[in-house]
């Protein structure tokens, strides 16, 4: 079972440029989150989606966006990359909206220099 | 002040020794977490609670919700259970649950 698939792991991106953040869940889980963690600091919610066409920001939503055109996909995207947007990234879902546990993705480390 | 605190911030121990990790939030919650972050950095979730007590292997959860407050145990540490854990609490925003989570608490058990 691959569960939550984020892609990539590493990425050093230069001030200005932009990118996605992939991420694929398989287990037909209607709610999907993206999380930062900075060192020392607790998970900051960016955005979340709790079904396909439906998204909503979450904390720290400045300086990205997201999408979610299928149940399976939630890709972030990074507008102008600054060197705040240095931490690494989770990608995580689950099935209920009472609750449920979190399926996470492993990571994706972004540096901007 | 968080809404959700841990302590300890970092915590040592030998290798067979009783481990309890505490958790204080502030707010009214669905539910909480408790999650484990690997040197990695992988997350894995370790328990959902709303209530009670909840055991799996050598990992035991409470929670009481009067006093908002719940405790991670370990019995029998072993180096592997090494780890950053993590309490989260869910919140009920706008029909999806929203998580706010602590600092973690990091676990070092020694052979």
């Known amino acids: 079972n691959a569960g939550v698939t984020q892609t990539p792991k590493f990425r050093i991106l230069k001030i200005g440029q932009s990118m996605t953040l992939q991420c694929t869940q398989d287990m037909n889980h209607n709610y999907m989150y993206w999380y930062r963690q900075d060192p020392g600091m607790g998970l900051k919610l960016i955005y979340y989606s709790v079904g396909a066409g439906i998204t909503d920001k979450g904390e720290v939503p400045n300086g990205y966006n997201v999408s979610r055109s299928t149940t399976e996909d939630f890709p972030l995207r990074l507008e102008l990359a600054a060197p705040s947007q240095t931490s690494v990234y989770f990608c995580?879902?689950?099935?209920?909206?009472?609750?449920?546990?979190?399926?996470f993705g492993e990571g994706s480390w972004l540096t901007v220099v | 002040k968080n809404e959700v605190e841990q302590s300890p911030q970092n915590l040592t121990a030998q290798e067979g020794e009783f481990i309890t990790i505490n958790c204080s939030y502030s707010v009214g919650i669905s539910a909480l977490h408790w999650l484990q972050q690997h040197p990695g950095g992988g997350i894995v979730s370790l328990f959902m609670l709303s209530s009670g007590k909840k055991k799996h292997g050598r990992l035991i959860a409470t929670i009481n919700i009067q006093e908002k407050h719940s405790s991670l145990h370990i019995t029998a540490s072993h180096p592997r259970d090494s780890a950053v854990y993590i309490c989260?609490?869910?919140?009920?925003?706008?029909?999806?649950?929203?998580?706010?989570f602590g600092q973690g608490t990091r676990l070092t058990i020694n052979p």
């Open positions: 995580a879902s689950s099935y209920s909206r009472t609750g449920g546990s979190l399926y």
């Open positions: 989260a609490v869910g919140l009920i925003i706008q029909g999806a649950q929203k998580l706010v």
